[in-house]
């Protein structure tokens, strides 16, 4: 599921929650887009599908003032109300919507999303309906700061991953260069720390991914480099050897890996524990 199609999800729940509180017939709602313009995706009790899509700009309509102020407002009824100007009346009209609440969805100062809800009379709606519809709006709020919170992390991880797959890649082209075995041996234990098994690829015993799939030094070594973005001869220059030797171990080991592409070969080595 997309992180948009997960935010919606948020949307259909309160929507939900939104009616049971409150006993209102109808509830909708979205998520902003690009240009603080307000996409209505989720639609609960409707009858049509009118309001579905319905793409509500700042400051227009009764969504737009919600969002342009990022505070509740209501309208008792919507095509008479001198407080809202009237784009989407058309649209309101074939739902047979008069009384209509808007509450923001507001995350860190920046308004997220709207939830609607609606009766199809005229009528006052109560303090306490509002209150109810806010507290929906509050749930969404939570759940989306714990979802932008986690996504961040996940993105710092990533990166992090990544600076950790470049020296994984610079240990493995400097290893073959240094003539004493003792410490060419530690720096190729250093680099099994790195690795996806804390075993190592390369160390004694026959638990680690060496088990599963094997592979020459070399072979680990050009993937290595592939994995950090080199070309063939970027990863030849490195390792100190030709190109066609870097393509001869890569066809090596992408057929030990069953993998028909170099990315393919990439993710294989490191579900193996080959590779960061």
């Known amino acids: 599921m997309t992180a948009d199609a997960s935010d919606a999800v948020e949307i259909r729940d ?26 209505i995706s989720e639609l609960d009790g409707t009858a049509t599908h009118a309001l579905r899509s ?9 969504g737009g003032k ?23 009346d058309a649209a309101v009209a074939v739902e047979g919507l008069r009384s209509v609440l808007a509450v923001p ?14 009766l199809r009379t005229a009528q006052p709606l109560g303090g306490r309906m509002l209150d109810a ?7 969404v709020e939570r759940a989306l700061a714990v979802r932008d919170e986690a996504r961040a992390l996940a993105a710092e991880a990533g990166a992090g991953w990544e600076q950790v797959r470049e020296a994984h890649a610079a240990l493995r082209a400097l290893a073959p260069r240094i003539a004493d075995p003792g410490l060419r041996a530690e720096l ?3 680099c099994a720390l790195l690795t996806a098994d804390a075993g190592g690829a390369e160390s004694a ?11 020459a030094p070399r072979e ?23 190109p066609e030797t870097v393509k001869g171990y890569l066809r090596s080991a992408m057929r030990k890996l069953r993998a028909r592409t170099r990315g393919e070969a990439v993710v294989a080595a490191r579900r193996a524990g080959w590779l960061p």
């Open 54 to 62: 319905l793409v509500v700009t700042s400051g227009t309509g009764l």
């Open 14 to 39: 309160a929507l939900l929650r939104l009616r049971r509180a409150t006993g209102l017939p109808v509830a909708f709602g979205g998520l902003l887009e690009a240009g603080q313009r307000m996409r």
């Open 133 to 139: 519809a806010v507290e929906a709006a509050r749930d």
């Open 66 to 88: 919600t969002v342009a102020l990022a505070r509740p407002c209501v309208v008792t009824d919507y095509s008479a109300s001198r407080q809202i100007s009237h784009e989407y």
């Open 105 to 118: 969805v507001v995350v860190r100062h920046r308004v997220r999303g709207v939830l609607y809800g609606a």
């Open 188 to 190: 190729l234990q250093a």
């Open 205 to 215: 015993g026959g638990a680690g991914p060496s088990a599963r799939v094997r592979l």
């Open 220 to 242: 680990v070594d050009v993937l290595a480099c592939v994995a950090a973005g080199a070309t063939n001869a970027v990863a030849a220059e490195r390792l100190g050897v030709t």
